[in-house]
């Protein structure tokens, strides 16, 4: 699959500390093993000059007191709490690499941030999907950006997921509905 990378953009979804390090409050096993690939991946895209976008879940200690009904913690336990070492974008990915960081506070970036507007502002229309949790965040961020009239493009082996099971529904349910699935060594910049 060839990709133009002024319309492009890697989306690395939530690689933090709390979900892909063994001491994190929703460690992940399938999310460590991800890091490799797609520290390779934003390298790759970088060099060949797409854009590199890192989320970053991060949740006010206070973010649910209030809560009618949505509400993290109770679903999770408290996780990736702002200012925690859980927060932190976990070692091994070069972070440095990113033109842009989203911070968001749902499960789906383009909830409440300013993401979409920078991704048009840039001309970004394609949008190669990584990081974690295949069910949960990059599903709904995933799905959103095909709401956006962006390509979503998940690539299977840089996605992390608690128990295969999910990383197996996540990649079904976006390729039927809104998506493609690839693995990154099917994508190429021209």
């Keep these: 699959m060839d990709l133009h990378p002024d319309e492009t953009a890697v989306v690395v979804v939530d690689m933090q500390t709390d979900f892909c390090h063994p001491d994190g409050a929703l460690y992940a096993p399938g999310s460590e093993d991800v890091i490799e690939p797609i520290a390779s991946l934003v390298e790759r895209a970088d060099d060949a000059g797409a854009q590199i976008v890192f989320t970053r879940d991060v949740h006010p200690p206070e973010q649910f007191d209030e809560a009618h009904y949505y509400d993290e913690f109770d679903q999770w336990g408290e996780h990736v709490v702002e200012g925690s070492w859980g927060a932190e974008f976990v070692d091994g990915l070069p972070t440095d690499r990113a ?91 021209v």
């Design 99 to 189: 033109d842009h960081v989203v911070e968001k506070h749902t499960y789906d970036a383009f909830q409440l941030t300013e993401f979409e507007g920078w991704l048009r502002a840039r001309g970004v229309r394609d949008l190669l999907f990584c990081g974690t949790l295949a069910n949960v965040c990059v599903l709904h961020t995933a799905g959103s950006a095909g709401l956006r009239d962006f390509r979503p493009i998940l690539l299977e082996d840089c996605i992390g997921a608690i128990e295969d099971a999910h990383h197996e529904y996540a990649l079904d349910h976006a390729e039927w509905l809104f998506g493609e699935v690839h693995a990154s060594d099917e994508v190429s910049f």
